[in-house]
Structure formats: C-alpha cells, structure tokens
C-alpha cells in the first residue's frame, strides 16, 4: 500500500507527549462520526477495554471511602483477555484457572430487563455490553434492553459503556450496531479494523468525561502512532469513498438469503443470526468437524460456542465467494444430515 510505504519511510512511531497529524485527524474523525468529544488510542481491543474500566471507576471514585466500583456486564459476554478485561467477560471457560477476578462484577442475562434491574445499585460504576454479541454466538440486545440500561446507569450515575471492538466500524452494515436502537453510550470502544491491519484501538468519551484523567493516570507508549493513525484515516476514508456501508449491506443480504436456504434444506442448520456481516449459522451437532473438513477444501471456518459458525468476512467479500463457500457447506452438511439419521436409525433399532 503507498501509504504505509510512504509513511513507513517517514515516521512510525512518536512519543505521545508530542502532537501528530494523523492521530490528530483520525481522533477528529472518530468524533465526527460518533458525536464522541474525545479519544484514548491504544493498541489492541483488550487495552482498550481496560481504559474504560479505568475511567469508569476513576469517573464514580471518592476518594477511596465510597464502594462505587462494581460492574454490570452480560453473560456470554467477550472483552478481551487481560486481567480487568478477562474479569468482565460473562464466560467462565475464560475465567478459568485466573480467578479472583475483580471485585463485584454482577453478570446478567442478555435482554432480561429485570435481571438488569436487579443487579443494579449505586455500587455499579459502569454498564458494559456488546450490543451485538459476536463470540457469544452472534446475539443482539433488544432496543428495549439497550434504554433500560441507559436509563438505569444515568439513576444510578454510573457509565454506560458499548464494546463494539467486533460489532463496530461497519461491520453491520452501519458505523456501529448501537446506532438502530438510537441509544447512546457514555463509553464506545473500537478496535479490530481501526489501524487497517496495525494494532490500534481506541475508548471514545462523551464531552463530559473528557477531563477525567489527569496526566499520566492512563497511557499507550504504543498507541495511536502516525503510522496506525495514518492507516485507520485510509481506511475510514476507503469506506466513504467506496460506499463500502451500502455494499456491506448487500453483500449481507444475499449471504443471510444463502444461509437461510441451508436453514430450509438442511435439518441439522437451526438458524440464521446477525447483521451485516457478523453473521451466525446455528447448527444441532458440533461445528468443529465441520470447520475441520471446510479448511481441507479451502474455506476457514470460525466455530463459536460449540455449535454457531461464526461468519466475520472481509467487507470486501463478493457474491461469487459466498457461491463458493455455501457450495462448501451443502457438501458437508449432506454428510453431517446423513451422519445425524445414521446416528438416529441406530439409536431407534437399539
Ligand atoms: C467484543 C470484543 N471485545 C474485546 C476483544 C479483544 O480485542 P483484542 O483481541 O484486539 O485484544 C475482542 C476480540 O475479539 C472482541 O471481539
């Protein structure tokens, strides 16, 4: 790519201490397309994760008396691993072998209104949520969910913070996947296509948590280089100028037509999830045997939560790929179907 090369040549990294262009443009950019006032750059989608639950608890902190600490988060949950991110995450496999984690993490269930309700007080410094839940098997929150815990973190003063390091940046068709429910965080965290293949996220805040760290209370010696920054302009700059949002949503719609057609022909395919293209195909046995015999024919398949294929294509897919994988996957599910009846036939005769 001419830009990497030619900033690559130029300048790769600066001390954070002082100003650059890029990060500059591309910090102006990301407010401009969320209504965002500010932006913390960092590396990869877990640090980022980390620098919201900082300013969450730096934003309810009383000076070490007040018990303001705790988080709501939800249950199938992905934040990342680090030890705060890791903490967060609603699902024990993870959390495995690293317990305890941080204090007073309350997980809930996606769309219970009153298990929300519930686990809500004026302990709670932060609401965490995926509003479209990609390694928990491609699930969305509900618009109403979604009010109920802006309207229960603006009662109780705490932050109400959208991990959209999967769901974000065009993934589903819009910027974000909040934006159909219209409602809106304090905290919005962004990562994965940011850098266009560099590591680079970032935790964008609303204009009143702007000053809630002080000098050095948080940094990235890494984060938000020009040469990241330079790269993450390009590449919200090739998807205007390309109309990649309109073309995500296409390209999604013939795929969800595709993956519905399994759903009809094949008795094992359960259902179609997801927008844009974060899409899931829940299957009735295991996924991992599938993937398995997929990558011998040359398709790479992500399995999720045991039995959901997880689909994250490049938004750059064309109709002709997809032709090509769901060719794939007809192959391979007769045999799973033949499998599945075969396993039934013997099941009965026993
Ligand atoms: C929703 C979500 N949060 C956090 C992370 C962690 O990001 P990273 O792997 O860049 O640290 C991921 C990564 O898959 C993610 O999907």
């Known amino acids: 790519m001419p830009i990497f090369r030619d900033q690559a040549a130029k300048l790769v990294h600066l001390s954070n201490h002082y100003d650059n262009r890029y990060p500059t443009a591309l910090a102006e950019r990301?407010?401009?397309?969320?209504?965002?006032?500010?932006?913390?750059?960092?590396?990869?989608?877990?640090?980022?994760?980390?620098?919201?639950?900082?300013?969450?608890?730096?934003?309810?902190?009383?000076?070490?008396?007040?018990?303001?600490?705790?988080?709501?988060?939800?249950?199938g949950s992905y934040h990342g691993r680090t030890y705060g991110a890791l903490s967060v995450?609603?699902?024990?496999?993870?959390?495995?072998?690293?317990?305890?984690?941080?204090?007073?993490?309350?997980?809930?269930?996606?769309?219970?209104i009153a298990g929300l309700r519930a686990a809500m007080d004026n302990d709670v410094c932060g609401i965490l949520i995926e509003p479209l839940q990609g390694e928990g098997g491609v699930w969305e929150c509900t618009k109403e969910y979604l009010a109920e815990a802006r309207r229960l973190a603006d009662e109780h003063h705490a932050l109400l913070i959208y991990d959209e390091i999967?769901?974000?940046?065009?993934?589903?068709?819009?910027?974000?996947?909040?934006?159909?429910?219209g409602v809106r965080p304090d905290v919005l965290i962004v990562g994965k296509p940011l850098g266009g293949g560099l590591p680079l996220s970032a935790f964008l805040v609303t204009e009143e948590l702007f000053g809630v760290f002080q000098l050095a209370q948080h940094g990235s010696t890494l984060?938000?280089?020009?040469?990241?920054?330079?790269?993450?302009?390009?590449?919200l700059s090739f998807m205007e100028s390309e109309g990649m949002l309109h073309r995500i949503h296409q390209t999604s719609q013939y795929m969800q037509q595709q993956l519905q057609k399994l759903v009809k022909d094949f008795p094992v395919a359960r259902a179609v999830r997801g927008r844009g293209l974060l899409l899931g195909l829940e299957i009735s046995q295991p996924g991992r045997p599938i993937a398995e015999a997929a990558l011998q024919r040359g398709l790479l398949l992500n399995v999720t939560q045991g039995n959901i294929f997880r689909f994250l294509p490049p938004y750059i897919l064309e109709p002709q790929h997809i032709d090509q994988a769901i060719g794939?996957?007809?192959?391979?599910?007769?045999?799973?179907s033949e499998a599945e009846k075969a396993a039934c036939a013997t099941t009965e005769r026993a």
Not at 45 to 72: N, P, S
Not at 91 to 100: D, L, S
Not at 170 to 181: L, Q
Not at 223 to 234: D, H, K, T, V
Request: hydrophobic share 40%; aromatic share 12%.
């Open 328 to 336: 794939i996957f007809q192959e391979l599910l007769t045999i799973a």
């Open 30 to 75: 990301l407010c401009d397309l969320t209504g965002m006032a500010g932006v913390f750059f960092s590396t990869g989608g877990t640090e980022a994760v980390e620098g919201a639950i900082k300013l969450a608890r730096l934003a309810a902190w009383d000076g070490g008396a007040g018990r303001k600490c705790a988080f709501v988060s939800l249950n």
């Open 166 to 181: 999967q769901s974000g940046l065009g993934r589903t068709g819009d910027w974000f996947s909040y934006e159909a429910s």
């Open 223 to 235: 984060g938000g280089s020009p040469l990241a920054s330079r790269l993450g302009l390009e590449f």
């Open 89 to 112: 995450t609603g699902q024990e496999r993870y959390r495995q072998g690293f317990a305890p984690g941080l204090p007073d993490i309350r997980f809930v269930d996606r769309n219970d």
